[in-house]
């Protein structure tokens, strides 16, 4: 059992918006939507997922529009529809929604560098920590490989959900998070077995 493999998945980055360009933080469902740059690096990773003959029984996607852009895209390839899932939300960033990290540099120098190197803290204040926020990606991951034993699933999500499923599943301190670069229109796969996780591969842009 600790070899059987119970699920794999296919993490599909969502196209680039003009927050993800200007390195932005956004935790709002509604906007920004995916840019036409977007729609490139969405036909791109469709496309490689045609060629690469990318198999799957399911597709999720979070619930944020510049996700359900991208997954209308990857679903047109398989001819069915997709799941969203709730709880797969961006984390929670209070103030800092729409701020680059320059200007946080610039203005709350103390409260960047504590978001990177103290994860367990919420900071700001009125966000959500980046081990809560790991911690909700982890047990959302787990539920979806529970109810999918033996599938192939995409999920199509945001950057920071990747990033959490991949601490998640490499059991890497959570302050690493923000030392984990996920593209737009990306592919990332991990298989889940019975005892232990495997990150087949990261960040896949094709050219």
Known sequence: ???????K??????????YSDEFRFSDVDNYPPITENGYEEMEKICDYLRKRGVKNDKIYSSPATRCLQSAKMVAKIYKKDFDIIESLKPRKCGSFNGKTFE??????PDLLQRL???PEKRTPEDAESVSEFITRVGNSINEIVENNEGNRIIIVTH?????????????IPHSSLQHIYIKTGSATQISYYESW???????YTPL
């Open 159 to 171: 950057p920071d959900i990747i990033k959490a499923a991949i601490c998640d599943a490499l059991n």
């Open 116 to 118: 990177i190197s103290e």
């Open 103 to 108: 200007q946080i540099e610039i203005e709350s």
């Open 197 to 203: 996780k495997s990150l087949v591969y990261s960040d």
């Open 1 to 7: 059992m600790y070899f059987s493999r119970k699920c």
């Open 9 to 18: 998945i296919t993490y599909i980055c969502h196209g680039a918006t003009i």
